[in-house]
Antibody, heavy 117, light 110 residues
Framework: EVQLLESGGGLVQPGGSLRLSCGVS????????MNWVRQTPGKGLEWVSAISGSGDSTYYADSVKGRFTISRDNSKNTLYLQMNSLRVEDTAIYYCASEATRHFDDWGQGTLVTVSS | QSALTQPASVSGSPGQSITISCTGTSSDVGSYNLVSWYQQHPGKGPKLMIY???KRPSGVSYRFSGSKSGNTASLTISGLQAEDEADYYCCSYAGRTTWLFGGGTKVTVL
């Protein structure tokens, strides 16, 4: 059974940092690119970042470029998102999702990030 | 890049068919046959229902089908059932390893 489990969310002040993790099981991790997608009540789903199966290539939405860093540890079947210089508008539920060919096959249950003073 | 446009809500009676539209531009929906649709029940993560415009993953009911014409993609649910009540999101590959999502459509089964 495929499972993706996010963790690391919480309350952080504007300008602060947070590191999200996504543990994966049930499929060959290195065969899949991995993505982070976030969801806010007002703006729906927004693609945030992607990383290739090997970890050599990374991609970011303009809204997070320069502030967020995606990475993966293939020996631990784990995906990460380092979020720095957080803004109020980064408040959202963050999902990790596997990607085979330009669509998101499986998703986690999400972890809530709240940026507020 | 702006989000794809979906109707906020669509409703239908059990057994009926409904269609959800998803309008983008010639730079996203119109350029790639890489439109996917996701179902989301409250408190859950999204679930892939359709990929590459009209392909169904294993385990997804045949009642779900997708199509595309120009810059607009559509998801049709036939034989509407109570369990289909959920939010539905379209998504299009937009080039340079970026994706755009629609704002979501709430499907209500009357």
């Amino acid at each position: 059974e495929v499972q993706l489990l996010e963790s690391g969310g919480g309350l952080v002040q504007p300008g602060g940092s947070l590191r999200l993790s996504c543990g994966v099981s049930g499929f060959t991790f290195t065969n899949y690119a991995m993505n982070w997608v976030r969801q806010t009540p007002g703006k729906g789903l927004e693609w945030v970042s992607a990383i290739s199966g090997s970890g050599d290539s990374t991609y970011y939405a303009d809204s997070v470029k320069g502030r967020f860093t995606i990475s993966r540890d293939n020996s631990k079947n784990t995906l990460y998102l380092q979020m720095n210089s957080l803004r109020v508008e980064d408040t959202a539920i963050y999902y990790c999702a596997s990607e085979a060919t330009r669509h998101f096959d499986d998703w986690g249950q999400g972890t809530l990030v709240t940026v507020s003073s | 890049q702006s989000a794809l446009t979906q109707p906020a809500s669509v409703s239908g009676s059990p057994g009926q068919s409904i269609t959800i539209s998803c309008t983008g531009t010639s730079s996203d929906v119109g350029s790639y046959n890489l439109v996917s649709w996701y179902q989301q029940h409250p408190g859950k993560g999204p679930k892939l229902m359709i990929y590459e415009v009209n392909k169904r993953p294993s385990g997804v009911s045949y009642r779900f089908s997708g199509s595309k014409s120009g810059n607009t993609a559509s998801l049709t649910i036939s034989g509407l059932q109570a369990e289909d009540e959920a939010d539905y999101y379209c998504c299009s590959y937009a080039g340079r390893t970026t994706w755009l999502f629609g704002g979501g459509t709430k499907v209500t089964v009357l």
